[in-house]
């Protein structure tokens, strides 16, 4: 008996190097928040913009924590995606994950759009579902 050929691993790859992306796009966020900080203490240090009613450091510093909190849950998600992609298991997250991928850009798009028609072929979803 013959077994039906999947992509599963070639999908394995894929969002194991997405995931890497992810995580490595969030040291732009980082540098944003750096960013942040370094406006802060130059205006902290010049007395003479104090008419200034906000500070435009603290706008970098949260537009930057929040990007990294965003980008590494991303990126971790990823990752748990290829792995269970590798153990054939959790067939709802994995789904998830492909439908949130969309939401990420072009290389997010492609492999959710695959990633979906992949999953929803009927020897797939055998494989997901033995018990």
């Given at each position: ?57 603290f ?20 990752l ?10 959790n067939y ?21 759009i ?18």
């Amino acid at each position: 008996m013959e077994t039906p050929s999947n992509n599963l691993g070639l999908f394995k790859t894929l969002y194991l190097v997405k995931g890497i992306l992810t995580l490595c796009f969030s040291l732009f966020f980082i540098a944003y928040a750096v960013m942040g900080l370094f406006f802060d203490k130059i205006i902290d240090a010049n007395d003479a913009n104090n008419d200034m009613p906000f500070n435009v450091g603290f706008i970098f510093l949260i537009i930057g924590i929040i990007g990294v909190i965003i980008c590494v849950t991303f990126g971790i998600l990823t990752l748990m995606a290829s792995k269970y992609l590798k153990d054939v298991k959790n067939y709802n997250f994995i789904f998830v994950i492909a439908i949130l991928n969309c939401l990420t850009g072009i290389l997010g798009i492609v492999l959710g759009i695959f990633t979906l028609i992949e999953l929803n072929k009927p020897e797939v979803k055998k494989l997901f579902h033995k018990v």
